[in-house]
């Protein structure tokens, strides 16, 4: 999956996601990716966040929207990432998911819970693209 | 710090960020850009992970999810399960400008995007029909069923329900199927 969140320089903000979901699905499963609030999900108020990993498990918590309302409560990207996971992590512990945020200003953040390796994201605003990688919970 | 046009995208996927930094970088919109990063990953089969071709389900077919929405408008347009196109993500932007809904699922989002212009062709690749094979060989392991027999952790289906008292299977094992490779 792919989940972008972009911010033009109107400052108006869109996001998306893009899958074929998870390799060998019983016919007909969808993950959260199609999802509003679960896969990705934006407000011109506050900013936007895209989740991936666990498609059945988001969808349950709408992570994008949480992040996006965390956003809206106060947090910055990085907590909002982080709180909305562990709405996720206390009822699912092993899920594998991450979440990157981006709020209407341009700050970014993201967390992610049981990807071997972290979870790598790409930015890129008028400085050279970055490639960054977060370590999970 | 924050820095505006930017765009932010999961996992490694730099020339799909690069595809919609480019159109940000010319005035275009953060929904251009958008399209323009899904669709570059759709083209690339990032890991093949997006787009046709990877990922087949139980019966080897690849299908496609993808969604866009605008925070400016709260517009959203959304497509799941779609069969036989290749354009998720432009099929997705179809349905929130020539439509008021919000998402259009399998063979009716199929009609849909041939109705707005969109070629029917098949989703699958020599890699995802090999992913299928193995599959089959390896017993169907892994896969999603639980409480129905045959036992799912040994044995391919067809599988019929279980009763819940007599025999509870542990979904434990599930967790491990997604990784960087296999994800929504």
Redesign the interface.
Known sequence: ????????????????????????????????????GA??????DVG?A???????I?MRFLSSYQAVENLRNGMDPIQAANAALGRIIRK?P???V???V??I????GAACL????G?????????E?S?HLVKCV | ??????????????Q???A??SL?EK?????N???A???K??YLQ?D?????G??????G????????????T?R?G????LRQVKN??SV?KAVMEHSSH??L??DQATDFAIAMGFSKES?SSDWSID??EK?KTRG?Q????KNVHPNPRNYCGPYKPQDLNEFHHDN?FL?K????N???
């Open positions: 999956t792919i989940g972008a969140v972009a911010i033009d320089r109107q400052g108006r903000i869109a996001s998306g996601t893009s899958t074929n979901g998870m390799n060998h699905k019983i016919p007909g499963r969808v993950g959260d990716s199609p999802i509003p896969g990705s999900y934006v407000d011109q936007g895209a989740a991936t990993g666990d498609g059945d988001i699912y092993k899920a594998q991450g979440i990157v981006l709020d200003h341009g700050n970014y049981n990807i071997d390796g979870f790598p994201f790409i930015v890129r605003s008028w400085a693209q490639k | 710090a924050g820095h505006i046009p930017i765009i932010i995208n999961t996992w490694a996927f730099d799909a960020n690069e919609g930094w940000l005035n275009e919109s953060s929904l850009a958008i399209v990063a899904c669709s990953c759709e990032c093949h992970t997006v787009g046709w990877g990922s087949p389900d139980e019966n077919e690849t299908t496609l999810d993808a969604m866009i929405m605008d925070g400016v709260h959203i959304s497509v799941a399960a998720g993500i997705a919000t998402m699922v399998g989703l992913q299928f599959w169907c892994p896969n999603y069923w434990k967790y199927i997604v990784d960087r296999n994800h929504d």
